[in-house]
């Protein structure tokens, strides 16, 4: 499965941006995914994670509040909505799939990754 990223940008302090990523062939229905991120010079880190039938949700410490984890299984498609936007928040931001039904927050649970997607926030 080849997941696709996308909807980054650059955008101001204290706005919005909403992420999409897509399976490239394979419905991921049955997958729990998650959004990772990696700001510049740092690790990879936990964002958010949803389970296959959005019954669980889990979201890293800072941006709890602020964004927002979905998916729409008959679309195939899993979103992020992120708002009030800061500097920290710039990242390159990555979905990802694996192959339970279960959310994890861990990186090393995830089968299947995307290319990435840059999100900048300017101030």
């Known amino acids: 499965v080849q997941l696709q990223a996308s909807g980054g940008g650059r955008v101001q302090a204290g706005g919005s941006l909403r992420l999409s990523c897509r399976p490239s062939r394979r419905t991921f229905a049955n997958y729990a995914v998650g959004w990772f991120r990696q700001p510049p010079g740092k690790e990879r880190e936990f964002v958010a994670a949803i389970s296959s039938s959005s019954d669980t949700t889990y979201y890293a410490d800072p941006v709890k509040g602020r964004f927002t984890i979905s998916r729409d299984n008959s679309r195939s498609t899993l979103y992020i909505q992120m708002s009030s936007l800061n500097s920290e928040d710039t990242a390159v931001y990555y979905c990802?799939?694996?192959?339970?039904?279960?959310?994890?927050?861990?990186?090393?649970?995830?089968?299947?990754w995307g290319q990435g997607t840059q999100v900048t926030v300017s101030s």
């Open positions: 990802a799939a694996r192959r339970y039904a279960t959310a994890s927050s861990s990186a090393d649970d995830y089968d299947f």
